[in-house]
């Protein structure tokens, strides 16, 4: 990455744009740069979305028992095994909101189910947890459950992961649980303070990716360590952002870097079923802008109904989330 006047852009994207050096060399506004891209790449990401629907007519059973490791769809939430999931954590509105967080959290309970994990011998710790409802859910369910995150440390995570969390974490519970079974840890997801072999059940959504590095070194690591506090046939339930578009990213992986930057660079980690990477017909036709989705908590209700949250578009990238389920073995 080279940064220049404040902005960050690859070389690859300077070669292929030579006009973005000239526009801040004659100090054009960055918001007018941003614009100037954005115009640029909108058009490119959806006529990719175009050509996807004309040559790949895919689609999901959902009367089907799902699959774990692929891409979230649309059809999911016709699924009458997520949408039980969805009722236990009171994540099923009426009419119902959909968003992939929400499908996120509810696939990993699923994989927690179908390996037999749920139970009161499994003690469970969840990276970058934040404030979600899985740890809730999980004291009602396991022996113990440890939450984990930078609670208060990291200023722009302040909403997600606040720093009051770790005193108060029943003001923040969507039902009631048992309080005894959750501890709240402020912990760097890359240097897990535990024993090796602690663990039945690591789980985290969407937080790995933002772990910083190098080709998604941050993320490697964080991924190594839950390997190391894992044991024998434990299970990690990881979600991530993935780039439909095959774009390259410093934090989404494509369909070369989730390979090459995480899942080839385990050893004891193993993926529990081959990861299929399709998308569906009908989710290429959700796409909303990511603006949109980072202030998804702020938007008109009547937008919501009739706008899933599965696949967002960050300038002429398309991604969406990816559940990546391993045993280690």
Not at 30 to 53: G, Q, V
């Amino acid at each position: 990455m080279e940064q220049i006047s404040g902005l960050k852009f690859k070389m690859n994207t300077l070669i292929h744009n030579p006009w973005i050096i000239k526009s801040i060399l004659h100090r054009k506004k960055l918001k007018e740069i941003r614009s100037e891209i954005d115009r640029i790449d909108k058009p490119l990401a959806m006529n990719f979305i175009s050509y996807l629907k004309k040559t790949s007519n895919y689609f999901i059973d959902a009367t089907q028992k799902p699959n774990l490791n692929r891409l979230c769809s649309l059809e999911d939430w016709d699924n009458q095994e997520i949408r039980e999931v969805l009722l236990e954590l009171h994540k099923l509105n009426s009419p119902c909101l959909i968003h992939r967080k929400d499908w996120e959290w509810a696939l990993g309970i699923i994989a927690m189910k179908r390996f037999n994990k749920l139970n009161r011998n499994s003690i469970a710790i969840g990276i970058g947890a934040g404030t979600e409802p899985i740890p809730f859910y999980l004291a009602n369910k396991v022996n113990h459950v440890y939450a984990t995150d930078l609670y208060g440390e990291i200023k722009k995570w302040g909403k997600a992961a606040p720093s009051e969390f770790q005193e108060n974490p029943q003001k923040y519970s969507p039902f009631p649980y048992k309080e005894d079974a959750l501890t709240v840890l402020r912990m760097d997801g890359t240097r897990l303070e535990f024993p090796s072999e602690t663990f039945d059940i690591a789980f985290s959504f969407s937080s790995i990716e933002h772990f910083g590095g190098r080709n998604h070194s941050g993320a490697l690591k964080c991924m190594k360590e839950i390997e190391r506090v894992l044991k024998p046939e434990g299970i990690a339930v990881i979600a991530t952002e993935y780039i439909i578009n095959d774009k390259d990213h410093p934090e989404f992986y494509n369909k070369k870097t989730i390979y090459s930057d995480l899942i080839d660079r385990l050893q004891s980690l193993k993926l529990v079923e081959p990861l299929d990477l399709r998308i569906t017909t009908k989710t290429l036709d959700t796409v909303i802008d990511i603006e949109l989705a980072a202030n998804w908590d702020n938007i008109d209700m009547e937008f919501k109904k009739t706008h899933p949250l599965i696949l967002l578009r960050n300038r002429g990238i398309l991604l969406t989330s990816v559940m990546l389920v391993f045993k280690k073995h």
